[in-house]
């Protein structure tokens, strides 16, 4: 089964950026996967950020972080970046990232549901 591992998280004051990594361990990839990464706040359910279709290099964004949070792949490497600019207070949280068969179906790939792999996550922190 595949395992991911988050890295890259911090200490930020709001305006700032951060990069995040999702590092795959080896695995026998299918080219219809989706990588996501999440997020969940103390006492908040965990949400979507961002997802990678990995067959077509499509992503997607929730709402609040469109244009600010940009999700990209390493082709050297099984490894995903989450790029989060103009970070705000309300985007301290942890982050987690996960793979998805592409043909779990029923869910929003943004929805953590048919998602494995997950790792123990990364600490971001935006400070005022």
């Known amino acids: 089964q595949v395992q991911l591992v988050e890295s890259g998280g911090g200490s930020v004051q709001a305006g700032g950026s951060l990069r995040l990594a999702c590092t795959a361990s080896?695995?026998?990839?299918?080219?219809?996967?989706?990588i996501g990464w999440f997020r969940q706040a103390p006492g908040k359910e965990r949400e979507g950020v961002a997802a990678?279709?990995?067959?077509?290099?499509?992503?997607y964004y929730a709402d609040p972080v469109k244009g600010r949070f940009t999700i990209s792949k390493d082709n050297a490497k099984n490894t995903w970046y989450l790029e989060m600019n103009s970070l705000k207070l309300e985007d301290t949280a942890m982050y987690y990232c996960?793979?998805?068969?592409?043909?779990?179906?029923?869910?929003?790939?943004?929805?953590?549901?048919?998602?494995?792999?997950w790792g123990q996550g990364t600490q971001v922190t935006v400070s005022s």
């Open positions: 996960a793979a998805r068969n592409a043909f779990y179906v029923g869910y929003s790939v943004l929805d953590h549901h048919g998602y494995n792999g």
């Open positions: 080896e695995y026998s990839w299918s080219s219809h996967y989706y």
């Open positions: 990678f279709y990995t067959a077509e290099g499509t992503t």
